[in-house]
């Protein structure tokens, strides 16, 4: 039997994919690190909390700058050693701090470092995506995103809490040595990694044009381009319910802290649960079906967070929820990578996530507003109202197909 008609080996046994598997979670793993021990060295050096709003504030306009052109990057270099590099010069740059903390804190390094590191961290994530397809195969996509995103989400949840025993017993500077060497065995993980070849690329046509061309991909496919004002809408409902959740049990509920971080808790395990269940849901229900039920479980579960009046009753919500946005997450992400020519891919990522994350920000703040003029309440009820709707949406657009990544689409680059 040739190597191209025998049937791919499960994934757990797929060394290649085991190997960046362990690359991506010691990735996730330094930037959550990183997020809350340089916050923490500027608290320590400077005791002001506008100090560590506005070096969060900084680094996050560096992310999102990064992400314009990460697309054009991930698609004109080789992406292998790009991830490499990225990893190393992370590597580089945080372990920066920790030596010059041995001589007295410098607070101005903080804000050279963790943009310039949030914004190569974008570079990796976008050239992260690019490269799952060709490293797993399109029938095992959904699989090995949803395995991704899981340890993602561990990571994301145990990152900040090994940060902060570190950050405790030896101090913040080290928390970041800590993170440096994360991604210094990440990088040493992806070079044994062996990546398919590339397809061929397009042609290059300048920086602009370039820039463009994810958009007008996604402008030019049926499903993406419904898919991503589905999900923009999404994103104006979503980035604001943490908020609203932590106002609920501490101005409602009357709980404190801790009951906080248990209530985020458990919905990590509701985000882990939804992208290790995806890839089955999917492949016995078809896309449409699953990213439309999630959407409508999802809209349930807000609805819910605003009725229910126990932390028990909270948590049960939030996991529910960030389940369904784990699922239809994993969903949505591998469509994209099983539609998209390989040349393109880098530029339709960075399109599709600066895209539909574009009206979050003000979605945010209109629901935190209601919440803190109305009441929590009655702001999750018509947030669950709106995702209802946007489920309602979905079934009038080709994102309800079963199979949308074989209905027939040309594209002339």
């Not at 690019?130 to 561990?154: K, M």
């Not at 078809?286 to 009725?307: E, K, R």
Request: net charge positive; glycine share 12%.
């Amino acid at each position: 039997m040739s190597e191209a008609s025998a049937k791919p080996r499960p994934l757990w046994r797929d060394r290649n994919f085991s190997i960046f598997w362990a690359a991506q979670t010691l990735s996730v793993v330094g930037d959550s690190f990183a997020l809350i021990a340089l916050p923490l060295l500027v608290l320590h050096a400077t005791g002001s909390v506008a100090q560590m709003g506005l070096l969060t504030a900084v680094a996050g306009a560096a992310s999102l700058l990064a992400g314009v052109f990460a697309g054009v990057v991930a698609d004109r270099f080789d992406r292998r050693k790009l991830l490499i590099g990225c990893d190393l010069a992370r590597m580089v740059l945080y372990a920066l701090i920790p030596l010059a903390w041995a001589f007295g804190p410098e607070v101005w390094l903080l804000y050279v470092v963790l943009p310039l590191g949030e914004a190569v961290g974008m570079l990796f994530m976008v050239t992260y995506v690019t490269v799952v397809r060709g490293l797993v195969g399109t029938e095992r996509l959904t699989e090995a995103n949803g395995r991704l995103n899981a340890t993602a989400a561990a990571a994301g949840v145990l990152g900040p809490l090994c940060a902060g025993v570190v950050a405790a017993r030896f101090g913040p500077a080290a928390a970041v040595g800590v993170d440096a060497a994360s991604f210094a065995v990440s990088a040493v993980c992806l070079s044994l990694v062996r990546f398919g070849a590339p397809e061929t690329t397009g042609a290059r046509r300048g920086l602009w044009r370039d820039l463009f061309a994810g958009v007008a991909f996604l402008r030019r496919h049926p499903v993406l381009r419904a898919l991503t004002v589905l999900l923009t809408l999404f994103s104006f409902l979503q980035l604001g319910l943490n908020d609203l959740v932590i106002y609920h049990l501490k101005h409602d509920l009357g709980q404190g802290d801790g009951a906080v971080g248990t209530v985020f808790g458990i919905g990590a395990l509701g985000t882990v649960t939804g992208a290790l269940l995806v890839a089955a849901v999917r492949r016995r229900f078809g896309f449409g079906p699953t990213w439309i039920s999630t959407v409508v479980v999802g809209g349930a579960a807000v609805a819910g967070m605003g009725l229910a009046d126990s932390v028990v009753g909270v948590a049960l919500c939030v996991a529910l929820f960030l389940g369904s946005v784990s699922m239809a997450g994993t969903c949505s992400m591998s469509l994209r990578q099983e539609v998209t020519p390989e040349h393109l891919l880098g530029r339709v990522t960075s399109a599709f996530w600066t895209l539909h994350y574009s009206a979050a920000p003000i979605g945010a703040a209109v629901l935190t507003w209601a919440a803190q003029h109305r009441g929590t309440t009655p702001v999750a009820l018509a947030a669950g109202v709106g995702f209802l709707g946007i489920a309602a949406l979905a079934l009038c657009t080709p994102v309800r197909s079963p199979r949308p990544e074989r209905l027939p689409f040309r594209y002339a680059d």
